[in-house]
């Protein structure tokens, strides 16, 4: 058994490793002797990201591998896990590690990242008119300081999934204010074997800021206000966090405050609500062969609440990012990669095998992808208003105070006032 | 005999070398530079700060910081609650299975399952069972006749603390027993026959001879449970991501490492912990020191 | 009263206090164990369905065609298996020197390799992974098995030492009048005394790396040098949550343990049969 790689001695190594560990996280890391490439040999990069979309992310890298012979991607698959992936790009781009050359990394963190000046800048590669045919609301979580820092791969924004059969047999339309859906609830008990009128994610999580701001959104409110300073405690935001409040007591299941998507998802495909606010990928999910609600889902804008004019959603997705420490050979190869998956044939490829809604406009004209995602049609103007959460290179603490805030309010462990009040001051303490 | 005490410790020192070496190697750097970086304020998002030498302060805040304060209560109460069941029902395991009986092998096979399913599978699963639509817990409880309706044992805080201790007790139990019973069997059979004929009962042959024999091993299980429960990270961040006021101190400590990138407060929360862990031990080494280091 | 009565009635007590025991540590395993035989409809069946349908063994197919899952419990088994026995090794020769020979400075040495393990594992990732890269350890077993020895050590080498102290005092002059060199002393007739418990020492440390995962995640990034935690991690994806293939997986990862303390069950419990430990 081959135990030890090891070619070098190991003490002066940890006391020079103590220096570099204090000095390489600055950022500008010196390239780790990459010796250029011969022009012939093809490039070899490492493209890292979850295994959330793992099949069908290998499926593109081998078509890219047998497309053309100059580069070669290999692939390193992390668990499917938010905070898994994050923890382990940091540790590598912290130390200034140059195993990883591509990352898909969520959207919320692309400023955390580019503030560390972990990232390319890609501005330089991809102009104006090319950055004008993707959706605007995607280009904006891959810029960071006017620089584009990173480019949009899929997106995702949310939708409300109700049951058509029971709505059917009541002879009604699907409600588009929240009020409307809460009305619904002493007629649809028991009709088809619905229990609850609404399921969400309101755990101790992510999901749950990505449902809050939808509530703030969907009632005219807003986090940051157009110079980035927060308007948290407001009028319309108390009313519309008490909607929810309101949902989570009188019209969800007990434990909805512990759940995230798989266990709402379980309640809905279950045939036990009546409706879901979920993301897009779950219109597949819901309609699979064995499913309890196959065809009898429908989807829907997210409702809006009283002082809401427009339905908005959150935007999540993946950007695609390049490790800032690698050589210029290595960027080369990635942004040639980079360029290949946000191309029109790759983007519908990537929805048609995978599901997930394409940052390209083009693709949600094109006939099979409309056939195979029917509700694409109405779907293109809830993403075209997608909201994006927050951008901050401190978003992880601003997510975190809403998560630990909003949370605490819908366990009735503190008031929904004193709640929006302490964001607001978290906030405030972090822009100074 | 100078030379021979000096031959001795000579003797003691290379074969602890190989231990001590090891030790040396690895675990220090990452200790001392978790030390370094506390001194620091070091926020990876602002490398322009250049990340200067701050001294005590990230430890003065911590004094003014109430969650610092409410996660390690929380950890306090974890632990204690923890430890404590756990010897209960580790020591009874121990006893019982230091008994000869039919299948006595398999059940020492069986209790160590919970030990052998790894931490992130056990706590998903624990999330499972606790769930109010279709979990195991609620099941159990309502055809046993002990609550009429499926409830969200998750979604309170009494509720919360229980559901935690139930699967921490559950998979650690096991590492109690089973070093219990490694202490039982070191205990040579004639004492307790000697007792019997001296006239005592199971009961004072128990009070005279077991536990002072097994006294140093138990302190010594309690000693590695009470560590590791100190740190409990994953069960909570799996079956709860710290709700409902079940924030441990570890998982404060991670929030401001790898979520906040505040390398600075993060490494001293870190050095809190070890401050913390480190005067439990001294309490316990009173009692086992002697044992022992005779 | 009768003694026979009281005995039954003790006897009976005895297996009433096993079973409630059993009930509570397996009941969890065999739900799970339910779980990864039942048809798909049936793992998250409201309310919850105990006894499955049919019997469905797809899950175990899964496990083992979808994922290189062989691969990764060969990889657990190797990691663990030298993790203990280096742990051991060299713990057990340390802890005889504090348990059994005289020099100053016992209990500094003693809380010092304990202090090794009152940090949170999450503060010393990123040092450690830094260690590693520079030794060229990342993706080799070493690379999990140094880091995974060092934080056994602690461990090993309080409980090992005292099991040596428990010891009867004066053994080892005897050996010594006999001609026996201080490393044979340990070796022939000090560490044979002390073999049940190495076991079960060995058989914690055993555990504790079959499933550690942080490390095993940041350290091992090549797929095929993976381990069984950070393996079944990688089962669920966008698309589904597979309880059905993980119950499987988890029932996978505890047999071969169970074997292993059948198989050491005798060592485990010689400590009684073992002569010589006399007062």
Avoid at chain 2, 114 to 135: C, E, H, R
Avoid at chain 3, 227 to 237: D, E, H, K, R, Y
Wanted: glycine share 6%; aromatic share 12%; net charge negative.
């Amino acid at each position: 058994m081959k135990l030890f790689k090891a070619k070098k001695i190991w003490m002066p190594l940890i006391a020079a490793s103590l220096v570099l560990s204090l000095t390489a996280c600055g950022g500008n890391s010196t390239q780790s002797g990459a010796e250029a490439p011969d022009t012939d040999e093809p490039v070899t990069i490492t493209f890292s990201f979850d295994q959330g979309i793992g099949q069908p992310a290998q499926t593109l890298i081998d078509e890219y591998n047998a497309s053309q012979e100059k580069y070669i991607v290999e692939s390193k698959i992390l668990p499917q896990d938010a905070n898994v992936v994050h923890d382990d790009f940091v540790n590598k781009l912290a130390s200034g590690d140059t195993s990883v050359d591509v990352m898909a990394l969520d959207v919320v963190y692309v400023a955390e990242f580019a503030s560390a000046g972990w990232l390319t800048d890609l501005t330089q590669y991809f102009d104006q008119a090319t950055q004008d045919l993707y959706l605007p609301g995607t280009i904006e979580t891959a810029t960071y300081n006017e620089k584009l820092v990173a480019f949009p791969w899929f997106t995702n924004a949310s939708a409300l999934f109700y049951r058509k059969d029971v709505l059917e047999q009541l002879g009604v339309e699907p409600p588009t204010t929240y009020q409307g859906w809460m009305d619904l609830q002493s007629q649809v008990q028991g009709v088809n074997d619905v229990q609850y009128t609404s399921v969400f994610q309101a755990a101790l999580s992510e999901a749950l800021v990505c449902n809050w701001v939808e509530y703030v959104a969907n009632n005219g409110g807003e986090i940051l206000d157009a110079n980035g300073n927060p308007v948290v405690n407001t009028e319309n935001n108390i009313e519309a966090t008490q909607i929810m409040l309101d949902l989570v007591k009188n019209y969800a299941p007990e434990g909805v405050t512990t759940y995230n998507e798989p266990e709402s998802e379980q309640v809905f495909l279950d045939g036990k609500a009546l409706f879901i606010r979920d993301w897009s990928g779950f219109w597949s999910q819901a309609n699979k062969e064995g499913s309890k609600v196959k065809d009898k889902v429908g989807v829907t804008s997210l409702p809006v609440g009283p002082k809401g004019t427009e339905s908005h959603s959150t935007l999540g997705g993946l950007n695609l990012v390049i490790n800032n420490a690698i050589d210029d050979a290595h960027k080369e190869a990635a942004i040639d990669f980079i360029k290949y998956l946000s191309s029109e044939s790759v983007q519908k490829k990537m929805n048609l095998i995978a599901a997930q809604p394409p940052v390209l406009k083009s693709v949600y004209q094109d006939a099979e992808v409309l056939e195979a995602n029917p509700f694409y049609a109405d779907f293109y103007d809830i993403i075209m208003n997608g909201k994006a959460r927050p951008m901050s290179p401190q978003y992880a603490r601003v997510s975190d105070s809403i998560q630990r805030n909003i949370h605490a309010a819908l366990a009735e462990n503190i008031d929904i006032k004193t709640a929006l009040d302490t964001i607001q001051s978290d906030i405030e303490a972090l822009n100074k | 005999m100078k030379s021979l005490q000096r031959r001795e410790t000579r003797d003691a020192w290379l074969m602890m070398l190989p231990a001590l070496v090891v030790l040396l190697v690895i675990a220090v750097y990452p200790i001392l530079r978790t030390f370094w970086l506390s001194l620091h304020e070091m926020v990876l998002t602002d490398p322009g700060s250049g990340y200067p030498f701050v001294g005590l302060k990230n430890y003065t805040d911590i004094f003014r910081d109430a969650r610092a304060g409410a996660s390690i209560l929380f950890t306090f109460k974890f632990t204690i609650a923890t430890v404590v069941l756990e010897l209960i029902v580790g020591f009874a395991a121990a006893l019982i299975m230091n008994k000869t009986f039919k299948g006595r092998g398999l059940v020492r096979a069986a209790i160590l399952i919970p030990w052998a399913i790894p931490t992130t599978v056990s706590a998903l699963m624990w999330k499972f069972i606790y769930n109010d639509q279709y979990g195991l817990f609620n099941d159990v409880l309502y055809r046993l006749g002990l609550i009429d309706g499926y409830k969200a044992w998750l979604a309170t805080e009494g509720g919360t603390f229980m559901a935690l201790v139930i699967a921490d007790v559950w998979k650690t139990a096991p590492f109690m027993a089973l070093l219990i019973l490694a202490g039982l069997q070191m205990i040579p059979g004639d004492l307790y026959e000697s007792a019997k004929i001296d006239g005592a009962n199971s009961f004072q042959a128990f009070v005279k001879i077991t536990l002072p024999m097994v006294r140093s091993t138990v302190l010594v299980a309690l000693l590695f449970r009470t560590i590791d429960a100190f740190r409990v990270f994953d069960l909570v961040s799996v079956m709860t991501g710290g709700a409902n006021g079940s924030e441990s101190v570890s998982l404060y400590a991670y929030a401001h490492l790898m979520k906040f990138l505040n390398f600075g407060y993060g490494s001293a929360v870190s050095v809190l912990i070890f401050l913390f862990v480190f005067g439990i031990s001294l309490i316990y080494m009173k009692s086992i020191g002697k044992d022992l280091a005779s | 009263m009768d003694m026979k009565v009281t005995r039954t009635l003790k006897a009976s007590l005895l297996y009433v206090l096993v079973l409630l025991f059993l009930a509570f540590i397996l009941l969890p395993y065999i739900w799970q164990f339910l779980t990864s035989i039942k048809p798909l409809a049936e793992i998250s069946a409201i309310p919850a369905k105990w006894i499955p349908s049919k019997i469905n063994v797809e899950y175990y197919f899964n496990v083992f065609q979808k994922h290189p899952f062989a691969r990764y419990l060969l990889n657990s088994a190797i990691v663990a298996s030298v993790t203990t026995v280096v742990s051991i090794l060299i713990g057990a020769s340390a802890s005889y020197a504090l348990a059994r020979l005289h020099f100053k400075g016992k209990k500094v040495v003693l809380l010092s390799i304990l202090a090794i393990s009152m940090f949170p594992t999450i503060s010393t990732v990123s040092p450690l992974f830094l260690i590693l890269k520079n030794m060229n350890l990342l993706n080799t077993y070493a690379g999990l098995v140094i880091p995974y020895t060092t934080f056994a050590l602690p461990f090993s080498i309080w409980l090992l030492t005292n099991f040596f102290g428990q010891l009867p005092k004066g053994f080892e002059e005897a050996a010594t009048i006999d001609g026996c060199s201080r490393l044979q002393t340990f070796f022939k007739i000090m560490l044979p005394l002390i073999k049940p418990a190495t076991f079960s020492v060995g058989l914690l440390v055993f555990i504790n790396s079959w499933n550690e995962y942080i490390y095993s995640l940041t350290f091992m990034t090549d797929d095929s040098m993976r381990t069984v935690p950070v393996g079944i991690a990688l089962f669920p994806s966008n698309y589904e949550l597979p309880w059905g293939d993980m119950a499987a997986a988890s029932i996978v990862v505890t047999v071969p343990l169970i074997i292993l303390v059948l198989m050491f069950q005798q060592k485990i419990i010689a400590g009684l049969t073992t002569g010589g430990i006399k007062g």
